[in-house]
């Protein structure tokens, strides 16, 4: 047997071996139970955030678009399954001070619980609970509103972040 051979036999190999264990890339597989169509309640907010949860559902909602367009529903009527979440945590702290007093870079937590309930049933299918993300954020010291500004930036890329973590989460049914 030649090198050459022996070379595209172990590729062949190796790419049965992969396609046996089921691999797939992230948020390619099924949603839980068989489910087709999802509609997205818009999240509770358990925080003092106060306007948090829209921007955390339009980022879900944007991922589920993007990721897989023909999964959502337009109403929870015409759903397989409705997906709920509530917001539990949301948290900021100074990670970076210049000199004693004054902070210089801060961190935002936030946590989320989710559930996919079946429609008219109410069994639930799914739950991911404590689903967590943070990001940092400089402070500036001469200015609040841009301080706030850059938190609510923040804010905005941990949402993405964890709309992803969600979508691929729920379709990782190996």
Known sequence: MSKRSATIGLIVLCTVLVAACGYRFAGQGGFPQGVKHIFIE??????????????????????????????LAGSAAQADAVLKGAITMIR?????????????????????????????????LWTANGVSERQTYDVVQESQVATDQLETNAIAVLSERMSERIFNRLTNDF
Request: aromatic share 4%; net charge positive.
């Open 92 to 124: 900021t702290r100074t990670i970076a001070r210049v000199g004693t007093e004054l902070a210089s870079q801060r961190e935002v937590t936030m946590t989320v619980d989710l559930k996919l309930v079946q429609q008219g049933g109410g069994k639930i």
């Open 42 to 71: 818009v999240f509770d907010n358990r925080t003092s955030k106060t306007g948090i949860e829209r921007i955390v559902t339009n980022q879900v909602i944007f991922e589920f678009t993007r990721q897989r367009q023909s999964s």
